[in-house]
């Protein structure tokens, strides 16, 4: 089944936010892309593509030991410890880089 570049794009940044775990390109392929012929390459565009949406913002999508996941900016996580959050943050670890 094909999928337009909004959609897909849409649907990895859903993805990644929902499942709130990393993932790797390829098991993005083998669950909610697997209805889709979406090749490897593609998949790294559109997460360079939200990888340069989300730099200024709180939130990064960042690259950690090959997997690909959504991470509070470090001073972020900080300052949230400041205020009693209980529940560790992700902080920053590097940018996505393909």
Avoid: C, H
């Avoid at 090749?39 to 999508?61: F, H, M, P, T, W």
């Amino acid at each position: 089944m094909q999928i337009n570049s909004t959609q897909l794009k849409q649907l990895i940044e859903a993805s990644l936010f929902v499942l709130a775990k990393p993932m790797t390109i390829q098991a993005l392929k083998e669950t909610v892309l697997t209805d889709f012929s979406v090749s490897r390459s593609r998949i790294k565009a559109v997460l360079d593509e939200l990888q340069q949406d989300y730099q200024e913002r709180g939130v990064q999508l960042v690259k950690v030991a090959g997997d690909i996941v959504f991470k509070l900016k470090k001073y972020l996580a900080l300052f949230y410890s400041l205020y009693g959050m209980k529940k560790p943050l992700s902080i920053l670890v590097q940018p996505w880089k393909p």
